[in-house]
Nanobody
Framework: QVQLVESGGGLVQAGGSLRLSCVGS????????MGWYRQAPGKQRGLVAG???????NYADSVKGRFTISRDNAKNTVYLQMNSLKPEDTSVYYC?????????????WGQGTLVTVSS
């Protein structure tokens, strides 16, 4: 079974840091663009940061200068380093990846990991 599994969420005080990880497993032949999205209660899911297979990154304006996305292609893993966290960063964070697998080309989503930033 091809899947993404996230980890690293939790409770942190404003100004603190967290590092999220997302690992792809199963019959994955290639991973193309990977990204992190977030969804707060009552709001739509939106892009936080993305990274191509060549390492080109893009960020939502609200996290530029505070969050850093990176990936380890050998480990099928993408990371999100979150610094200077604010209460408005509180959300469920989801990992997404475009992959080529035994089942063909897929857009995979992780199960989500909750990040709570207290003021």
């Amino acid at each position: 079974q091809v899947q993404l599994v996230e980890s690293g969420g939790g409770l942190v005080q404003a100004g603190g840091s967290l590092r999220l990880s997302c690992v792809g497993s199963g019959s994955i032949f290639s991973i193309y663009t990977m990204g992190w999205y977030r969804q707060a209660p009552g709001k739509q899911r939106g892009l936080v940061a993305g990274i191509t297979s060549d390492g080109i990154t893009n960020y939502a304006d609200s996290v530029k200068g505070r969050f850093t996305i990176s990936r380890d292609n050998a480990k099928n893993t993408v990371y999100l380093q979150m610094n200077s966290l604010k209460p408005e960063d509180t959300s469920v964070y989801y990992c997404n990846a475009a992959v080529r697998s035994r089942s063909g080309y897929l857009s995979l989503w992780g199960q989500g990991t909750l990040v709570t930033v207290s003021s």
